[in-house]
Nanobody
């Protein structure tokens, strides 16, 4: 079992930055690929960013490339999402997810554990 707790969300203005954190506890964090998803009101949960268990590979949805950066610190069992140049379209609840056998990074069904989410609201 892996428990995930997100933090760092908040209300910001367009153009601002935020850094989300996801702290993991339980089984060996370093064995899990990690990802961030988000869900806006009335919309499906969508993939945002992925990082390989080793930290050597990352992948992003097109709309956040060049603005968001995912990273991890296996010694601290924490994954981060640095979000820059935020826009109102980034407003959503952001969830971190962990999976041991992730083949398709964007497929939420391949992740085994989820956090409770943290709200990010970007005003124009």
């Amino acid at each position: 079992q892996v428990q995930l707790v997100e933090s760092g969300g908040g209300l910001v203005q367009a153009g601002d930055s935020l850094r989300l954190s996801c702290a993991a506890s339980g089984r060996t964090f370093s064995r899990y690929a990690m990802a961030w998803f988000r869900q806006a009101p009335g919309k499906e949960r969508e993939f945002v960013a992925y990082i390989h268990w080793s930290g050597s590979g990352t992948y992003y949805r097109d709309s956040v490339k060049g603005r968001f950066a995912i990273s991890r610190d296996n010694a601290k069992s924490t994954v981060y999402l640095q979000m820059n140049s935020l826009t109102p379209e980034d407003t959503a609840v952001y969830y971190c997810a962990a999976g041991q056998r992730v083949v398709h990074a964007t497929n939420k069904d391949e992740y085994d554990y989820w956090g409770q989410g943290t709200q990010v609201t970007v005003s124009s």
